[in-house]
Antibody, heavy 118, light 110 residues
Framework: EVQVVESGGGLVQPGGSLRLSCATS????????MGWVRQAPGKGLECVAM????????YYVDSVKGRFTISRDNAKNSLYLQMNTLRAEDTAVYYC???????????WGQGTVVTVSS | VMTQSPLSLPVTPGEPASISCRSS???????????LDWYLQKPGQSPQLLIY???NRASGVPDRFSGSGSGTDFTLKISRVEAEDVGVFYC?????????FGQGTRLEIK
């Protein structure tokens, strides 16, 4: 069974940092694109970062470029999101999502909540 | 930019429903595939994939859901709405990373 489990969320002050983790199982992680999608309170979905199978291609939404870094450890079947210089507008539920090899996210985690507030 | 309509959709159970998604750029790649997906986020849940590559139902998705369209105009149709379909539907372009979503269409039961 495919599993995607996020962790690492919490309350952080503006300007602070947080590292999200996504542990996966049930599929060949090293063959799959992965992404982070967030949802601000009461708002829609926003794909903030994506990465290809071996980590050589990384993509970010403009609002997080230079502040967030996506990475992966294929030996640990895990995806990460390092978030620096956090702003209030980064407050959201962050989902880790698995690509189905047809450019669609077919498995999502339960999400981890990030709150940026003083 | 992905634009959905309507943003709110009240439907009587058993009746059909249709959601439109328009892209500011063509999502048709040279391989013949349209890179447009549909998701449903039920209340309190993570999003779930319904349709990928414009018209392919994801595993376990009931056949009352269908997707169509090409280029810049796409449609999600529900042949007979059921109470369990309540939630927000999103289209997403997957031609260019990072992928981008429409604003969402909230389906409610009359």
């Amino acid at each position: 069974e495919v599993q995607v489990v996020e962790s690492g969320g919490g309350l952080v002050q503006p300007g602070g940092s947080l590292r999200l983790s996504c542990a996966t199982s049930g599929f060949t992680f090293s063959n799959i694109w992965m992404g982070w999608v967030r949802q601000a309170p009461g708002k829609g979905l926003e794909c903030v970062a994506m990465m290809n199978e071996d980590g050589t291609q990384k993509y970010y939404v403009d609002s997080v470029k230079g502040r967030f870094t996506i990475s992966r450890d294929n030996a640990k079947n895990s995806l990460y999101l390092q978030m620096n210089t956090l702003r209030a507008e980064d407050t959201a539920v962050y989902y880790c999502a698995k690509d189905n090899r047809y450019a669609a996210f077919d498995r999502w985690g339960q999400g981890t909540v990030v709150t940026v507030s003083s | 930019v992905m634009t959905q309509s309507p943003l709110s959709l009240p439907v009587t159970p058993g009746e059909p429903a249709s959601i439109s998604c328009r892209s500011s750029q063509s999502l048709l790649q040279s391989n013949g595939y349209n890179y447009l997906d549909w998701y449903l986020q039920k209340p309190g849940q993570s999003p779930q994939l319904l349709i990928y590559l414009s018209s392919n139902r994801a595993s376990g998705v009931p056949d009352r859901f269908s997707g169509s369209g090409s280029g810049t105009d796409f449609t999600l149709k529900i042949s007979r709405v059921e109470a369990e379909d309540v939630g927000v539907f999103y289209c997403m372009q997957s031609l260019q990373a990072p992928f981008t979503f429409g604003q969402g269409t909230r389906l409610e039961i009359k």
